[in-house]
């Protein structure tokens, strides 16, 4: 069975510095994996995808992602935060060879953008 | 495009009543999925349907149900509510590969 990881329930952050939230995963085949950023009492907001290609991608607000498979990790990167990406940040993974593929979530990690 | 639509957006009901939430996917998709999201928690998994079979279920008793319909909006039915069934409650729509969720419907349990 697939699982994800985010190590950090809280991650603090001056404005203007780089940001990363981190996200390790577990599948038996290869993995789709997915950033969603959530705002308080609203649901989540798709950001960014890696199905196949590039290790690097980008999604919406400036965010990108980088897919490491050697150490199954897919952390969320913005080189310059704006207090306005203070919220809870959700990554999911789904394994592509599992019929049953369901969509799984990690626990969410709270960002904090200190202006 | 209309995105993920549920109803209601809030709801309180009492304990041991029962309560049915709805979720219409976005035109094309076929696969639903429900989630809770307890305070402070992450999003826990309820069930998935697709092309109106039940895919897979999360770790939840047998009182929480749900159902597809041929236009691919779902249902998800709670009986006998408790108390700690109060949570945000998260319906996301897929075709392939990501989903798109809902703005979800808050269910208080009193």
């Known amino acids: 069975a697939q699982s994800v990881a985010q190590p950090e329930d809280q991650v603090n952050v001056a404005e203007g510095n780089p940001l990363t939230v981190k996200c390790t995963y577990s599948v038996s085949g290869n993995p789709y994996l997915f950033w969603y950023v959530q705002y308080p009492n609203r649901g989540l907001q798709f950001l960014l995808k890696y199905i196949t290609g590039d290790n690097l991608v980008k999604g919406s607000y400036g965010f990108e992602a980088e897919f490491n498979k050697s150490q199954t990790s897919f952390h969320l990167k913005k080189p310059s935060a704006l207090v306005s990406d203070s919220a809870l940040y959700f990554c999911a993974v789904r394994d592509e060879m599992n019929r049953d593929d369901k969509i799984i979530f990690g626990k969410g990690t709270r960002l904090h953008i200190l202006p | 495009e209309a995105g993920v639509t549920q109803s209601p957006t809030h709801l309180i009901k009492t304990r041991g009543q029962q309560v049915t939430l709805r979720c219409s996917p976005i035109s094309g998709h076929t696969s639903v999925y429900w989630y809770q999201q307890a305070l402070g928690l992450g999003l826990q998994f309820l069930l998935w349907?697709?092309?109106?079979?039940?895919?897979n279920r999360g770790n939840f008793p047998p009182r929480f149900s749900g159902r597809q319909f041929p236009n691919y909006s779902s249902e998800l039915n709670v009986n006998a509510l408790e108390l700690e069934d109060s949570a945000l409650y998260l319906c996301a729509s897929s075709r392939r590969s990501e989903a798109f969720f809902g703005q979800g419907t808050r269910l208080t349990v009193v």
């Open positions: 349907y697709d092309e109106g079979e039940e895919r």
